[in-house]
């Protein structure tokens, strides 16, 4: 049975200090690397009782809570996915957690596919916004009033300023885009991506918009970046695969690697 996010905020101070934290990061497909940088525990999401069992290759499933670049952190080192289990709200308990650890804010990343030539592999997007492009919503069954969730302004502006200046800092490219979510795992047809770059999404994706929803549900803070991997289908001769994805993360995951230590060396100093 799972246990209450109070319950596991408690189980996660006993292993990893009762410092509040600052912020929570989690991690997309193959962008693990960062959480084995943080000072602290690593608690394997076994050992919390209603974490996801992130099953997809490329995530590992590790909360890893302690100091980066002089801000604690909690670095999720793997999220489940609505395609894994057919849950839109696998997430909400981690984010849960995360609030109770007394985190204002989290920091979404996600590997994606691009719709806009010349943002090819390798290069990060901030989303400035998003398309639902499932339908599915991880509110949906919850009964109270709150599930009624403003979405005007849900990429925060104040955390995407500090992004675009840690990336400006760093000398990186760091365009703000709109990112649609597509239920997966299988890969979109040409004739869908065709359809979303007429609607405005920027890069698509399998992940992020649920945790997007639930984190203004929860009252965090969040802002996303996506690292692409690929031209969308159709877009280019590529071969979309999530072998693909997983062998191009590595070459902006250290891009965005960069931006985030800016960013937390950012925040550290106020
Ligand atoms: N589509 C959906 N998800 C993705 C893609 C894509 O092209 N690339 C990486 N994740």
Do not use: C
């Not at 990061?25 to 084995?36: C, D, E, F, Y």
């Not at 992004?163 to 299988?186: D, I, K, N, Q």
């Not at 031209?231 to 999530?242: F, K, V």
């Not at 997983?246 to 690697?257: I, V």
Request: aromatic residues 4%.
């Amino acid at each position: 049975m799972s246990r209450s996010a109070e319950d596991l905020a408690a189980l996660i101070r006993a292993r990893a200090g009762a410092a509040p934290l600052r912020l929570g990061l989690v991690l997309g497909s193959g962008l693990g690397h960062i959480a084995g940088a943080v000072e602290g525990a690593a608690i394997p999401y076994a050992d919390l009782p209603g974490f996801p069992h992130a099953g997809v290759s490329g995530h590992s499933p590790v909360l890893a809570v302690g100091m980066l670049e002089g801000v604690r952190v909690a670095v999720f080192g793997g999220r489940e996915h609505y395609y894994e289990k057919g849950r839109p709200d696998a997430m909400r308990l981690p984010l849960a957690v995360l609030k109770a650890l007394g985190a204002e804010a989290v920091i979404l990343t996600n590997a994606a596919g691009s719709l806009v030539p010349g943002r090819g592999p390798g290069s990060l997007m901030l989303l400035s916004d998003h398309i639902n492009f499932s339908g599915l919503n991880p509110l949906i069954g919850e009964a109270s009033d709150a599930r009624f969730v403003p979405m005007t302004a849900a990429h925060d502006p104040g955390l995407r300023a500090g992004l675009s200046a840690a990336a400006a800092a760093e000398g990186l490219a760091l365009p703000e885009g709109v990112y649609a979510w597509y239920s997966g795992p299988s890969f979109e047809t040409p004739a869908e991506i065709r359809a979303i770059r007429i609607l405005g999404a920027d890069a698509v994706g399998m992940s992020t918009v649920p945790e997007v929803i639930l984190a203004r549900f929860l009252g965090l803070r969040v802002a996303a970046v996506s690292v692409i991997t690929n031209m969308a289908a159709g877009l280019s001769d590529e071969q979309i695969s999530h072998e693909h994805t997983k062998a191009m993360a590595p070459l902006g995951a250290e891009k965005l690697e960069r931006v985030l230590r800016r960013f937390l060396r950012g925040l550290a100093e106020r």
